[in-house]
């Protein structure tokens, strides 16, 4: 029995032995991967420099030239304003307004400026001066929650249960939005404000959208006039309870015997269900009377087009930073180009 306890050991030393220098070539083979890596990439990052020494004075003189170059540009330049114009279209108008908005920017890009003037009612010169038009939905996270909390209170309960808030706010078609940004491009710093009367009226008098207004209207002046209709009864029942009340403490008074407990308590509970309904019916109208005032008009202008508009700067549509940009670029793949050229001929001749 000693024997085998003395057999087993030495077995066990060995397979431990084993083990762990199986674990130290892992280990060892690890850290030389990772060595390899850093060395590599301590190589491309010497090679790059080397080449960037190599051909400094050149790209030097390459951004120089495209910095003057890009100067002399910027100064001949035509100036370009951007005019911008907050706006909420009501009645389902939002697809008209980017369609027409997008006849305008193609037409701009054509510079047909015979039709843009025609159908902007502008001068052919100034329709000449405008360069783009773009539209584009203004909504943030709340005004977007605000609608999915207005879309979930129109459904049944049914459905309500199946609609996923992150799913919709993922799917959000940005023509839902409340607000829209319209923006004008162009070398005429005050034609934006030219072209707000007939960018509206392309909308507002479209037939269509004037017949939903007019049926909002009548819904909102018939929901009103139920509103206070209902609002004088309330009032009515609420001044023929005061008097039943009064007349029975009076009785109370005389020495009638009326259970007055039950009595006022069934008269409190309808007093109270009238304030309910009376505070609803205040709640409900001043809804409308926002409703109205949102309804109003087919487009709500939110914010006009200024007088006069900023002009479009910025470094990215700069000539002197692009033009010195694109010469560098150029520069250094010509470099590229010729450095791997003569390697490869160098290879081949020590083949």
Do not use: C, W
């Not at 066990?12 to 070539?25: M, P, R, S, V």
């Not at 783009?132 to 605000?146: A, G, L, P, R, T």
């Not at 520069?331 to 590229?336: G, H, K, N, R, T």
Request: hydrophobic share 40%; charged share 25%; proline share 2%.
């Amino acid at each position: 029995m000693g024997d085998d306890l003395g057999k087993q050991q030495p077995s066990e030393e060995i397979d431990l032995g084993q083990l762990f220098n199986a674990i130290g070539k892992i280990f060892d083979r690890f850290f030389r991967f990772i060595r390899r890596i850093f060395k590599g990439i301590f190589g491309l990052v010497l090679a790059f420099l080397i080449f960037i020494q190599r051909h400094f004075l050149k790209f030097v003189a390459v951004i120089v030239l495209g910095l003057i170059l890009g100067v002399f540009l910027d100064i001949k330049k035509e100036p370009q304003y951007v005019s911008t114009m907050v706006i909420e279209p009501n009645f389902n108008s939002v697809q008209q307004l980017y369609n027409n908005i997008g006849f305008y920017n193609e037409l701009a890009k054509a510079k047909d400026s015979v039709s843009l003037a025609e159908a902007l009612n502008i001068t052919e010169s100034e329709a000449l001066s405008i360069k783009k038009f773009s539209v584009e939905s203004y909504s943030d996270e709340n005004q977007k929650i605000i609608l999915f909390d207005k879309f979930v209170r129109s459904l049944d309960s049914t459905t309500k249960r199946a609609i996923d808030m992150k799913a919709y706010l993922k799917n959000f078609n940005s023509l839902d939005a409340r607000f829209h940004t319209i923006s004008v491009t162009a070398s005429d710093n005050t034609i934006a404000k030219k072209l707000q009367p007939a960018i509206i009226s392309s909308i507002s008098n479209n037939s269509y959208f004037n017949l939903q207004k007019d049926i909002s209207d009548s819904n909102i002046k018939l929901q009103d006039s139920l509103f206070n209709k209902q609002i004088i009864e309330i009032d009515s029942l609420q001044n023929l309870y005061k008097r039943v009340m009064l007349k029975e403490a009076e009785r109370a008074i005389q020495g009638t015997n009326i259970s007055l407990g039950e009595t006022t308590g069934v008269q409190n509970n309808k007093e109270i269900s009238l304030l309910d309904k009376m505070k609803e019916l205040k709640t409900g109208l001043v809804e409308l009377n926002i409703e109205r005032g949102n309804k109003a008009s087919i487009l709500n202008v939110i914010s006009d087009f200024p007088k006069k508009g900023a002009q479009d700067k910025g470094i990215f549509k700069s000539y002197k930073f692009l033009i010195p940009s694109l010469f560098l670029i150029l520069a250094a793949l010509v470099s590229i180009l010729l450095s791997l050229n003569k390697y490869l001929k160098n290879h081949k001749k020590n083949r």
